[in-house]
């Protein structure tokens, strides 16, 4: 998430203000009772604050029981703030090799609503692990963080993405690398999907949505607390994942064509469709001319993930 802040050139950023894009309340927004906004603050705050006590009982569990745990614990943060909680698609049952999770980025709501249904390892930037609460539990989730203004630790990071796939974990990550209001996105930052292609790893697109938007949205300069609060008060907000075809990294030639199928995966950008396949078929050319007999693959779905030529199991 990112409350923007121009450090380094190389940061991305979004134009995406509180102001302007979440306001509230905002077009199609209602809002309860303040004594009922409180309830849901204080409810919302002490289930986070039970799951962040209790983490350490959860350590000598199995692997499947925590995962367990983590589901659950999240759709309660979720429920407790007053959000609905919407899923579409078939979430995988179980893991079975390793996956990289890969969605939009608009709010904090989006780290419980992810691991609501997927739960694994995430990425997060390193201002997180200084928030009251939510950082040290993120830290006890095993979250993986991010100097974003070190660009040299970006490699042993991708290792360490890479090691953890490798060892048939999941890795959530939001390669937007900022929050943006979710009527607008940015483009998909490929360093991340590079420990995919490292790990033989397939790559799991979900798309967020908040109904109404403006008071989900945690943007520019944006207060944690402020957000918390709009959340707590929002009349009707309802929050979906949708879990899309997982995307087989073998016909991409590089982290680059990677991350373009999978922002058109994720946000219908044509222009990452278009970027893709370039890729795959200069891959595909550069094959040919030293291999005659290569095969040649095709597009031939509207989808990047149809270019798999069989769903990947998580």
């Known amino acids: 998430m990112n409350r923007a802040r121009t ?19 905002g077009p199609g927004s209602a809002t309860v009772r303040p004594l009922l906004a409180v309830v849901r603050l204080v409810t919302g705050l002490g289930v986070v604050l039970t799951g962040l006590l209790l983490a350490h009982l959860a350590v000598p569990l199995p692997a499947a029981a925590r995962r367990s745990l983590v589901r659950h614990w999240c759709r309660a943060v979720i429920r407790a703030f007053g959000v609905r909680l919407r899923i579409t698609g078939a979430a995988p049952a179980a893991p079975t090799g ?10 904090w709501l989006d780290i419980p609503l992810v691991a609501a249904v997927l739960p694994g390892r995430m990425l997060a ?46 890795v959530i990550v939001f ?24 790990a033989s790893a397939a790559v799991q697109p979900v798309r967020l949505e908040y109904r109404p938007i403006g008071p989900a949205a945690f943007v520019g300069d944006d207060p944690l607390g ?7 008060a929002a009349g009707g907000l309802t929050a979906e994942i949708r ?7 073998v016909q991409y030639p590089d982290r680059r064509s990677l991350a373009r199928a999978a922002q058109y995966a994720v946000t219908g950008d044509s222009a990452s469709k278009v970027r893709a396949i370039q890729a795959v078929q200069r891959a595909v050319a550069s094959d040919s001319a030293n ?3 290569s095969s040649v693959h095709q597009w031939d779905n509207s989808s990047p993930a149809a270019v798999s030529s069989s769903r990947t199991p998580a």
């Open 7 to 25: 450090v380094s050139p190389w940061l991305p950023t979004a134009p995406c203000t509180p102001g302007r894009c979440a306001p509230h309340p």
């Open 98 to 107: 390793p996956l990289l999770v890969v969605a939009n980025h608009i709010s």
């Open 243 to 249: 879990i899309l075809d997982p995307i087989s990294i």
């Open 125 to 170: 930037k390193r201002e997180v692990r200084a928030w009251p609460v939510l950082g040290a539990l993120a830290a006890l989730g095993g979250t993986l963080f991010i100097d974003r203004d070190r660009l040299r630790t970006l490699p042993e990071l991708v290792r360490t993405m890479t090691q953890a796939l490798a060892a048939g974990g999941r």
């Open 226 to 232: 402020a957000s918390l609060w709009r959340i707590a």
């Open 175 to 198: 390669p937007e690398g900022s929050t943006w209001c979710g009527r607008a996105g940015g483009a998909f930052r490929p360093a991340a999907f590079q420990a995919a292609l490292d």
């Open 291 to 293: 291999r005659p007999s």
